[in-house]
Nanobody
Framework: QVQLVESGGGLVQAGGSLRLSCAASGRPFRGYIMGWFRQAPGKERDFVATISRTGGSTYYADSVKGRFTISRDNAKNTVFLQMNSLKPEDTAVYYC????????????????WGQGTQVTVSS
């Protein structure tokens, strides 16, 4: 079992930045591929970014590429999502997720989820 707790959400103006954190506990963090997803009101949960166990590989949704950066600190059992140039359409609940095998963007392939943190971008 892995427990995930997100933090760092909030209200920001368009063009601003936020840094989300996801702290993991339980099984060794370095054994998991990590991802970020988001869910806007009335919409399905969408993939945002994923990072490999070592941090050497990352992949982003087209909608955030060039604006968001995923990173991890295995010594601190934490994954981050740096969000720059935020837009109102980035408003959503952001979720951290972990998977033990594979690589990809499909929500169902992730084994563990955090409770989410709200990000609101005002225009």
């Amino acid at each position: 079992q892995v427990q995930l707790v997100e933090s760092g959400g909030g209200l920001v103006q368009a063009g601003g930045s936020l840094r989300l954190s996801c702290a993991a506990s339980g099984r060794p963090f370095r054994g998991y591929i990590m991802g970020w997803f988001r869910q806007a009101p009335g919409k399905e949960r969408d993939f945002v970014a994923t990072i490999s166990r070592t941090g050497g590989s990352t992949y982003y949704a087209d909608s955030v590429k060039g604006r968001f950066t995923i990173s991890r600190d295995n010594a601190k059992n934490t994954v981050f999502l740096q969000m720059n140039s935020l837009k109102p359409e980035d408003t959503a609940v952001y979720y951290c997720a972990a998977r033990s095998t594979g690589w990809g963007t499909v929500e169902d392939d992730y084994d563990y989820w955090g409770q989410g943190t709200q990000v609101t971008v005002s225009s």
